[in-house]
């Protein structure tokens, strides 16, 4: 068994959410000692819905109680990550190609003296294994996903 809370949760958590055809993008532990406030948040390749989050937080809940790993009272909040909350896999990057975002990167990674983080925008064209091909103004920007600091999805506005 894992030795730290989250790795706990986690663990426990990757069976419901797979039987739910969704993936875990976070989990994060917050609050006091005796009221924790646990967040999960999963996604889907094809989106996810409240009713599945719900699902997933009934279904994570029991198991939680059962298996009595959080000492003292908690919050179960299960939910999508939406638009705020930057990508963390390349599974979520596959599913917004042809969307707008914003990337936030190493420049010149090579150079460790310098340390310097620049902003792109554009159209998220490509995903491959080691990074993103964004493209903007007709041209294209090729971000390694070792460089990358954040991406968040831009909304569009109709």
Known sequence: MPSNLAEKLTELAVPIVERNNAFIVDLLI???RSSKVVELYV?????????????????????????????????LDVSSPGLHRPLKLRRQYLKNIGRMCKVIHKQNPKDASHGITVTQDGILEEVGESGIILSKAGKQFEIAFNDIVETYIIPQTK
Not at 48 to 75: H, K
């Open 30 to 32: 917050r609050g006091e």
């Open 43 to 75: 996604d889907a390749d094809n989106g996810i819905s409240l009713d599945r989050c719900a699902l997933i937080s009934r279904e994570f809940s029991m198991v939680l109680d059962e298996a009595d790993v959080i000492p003292g009272r908690y919050r």
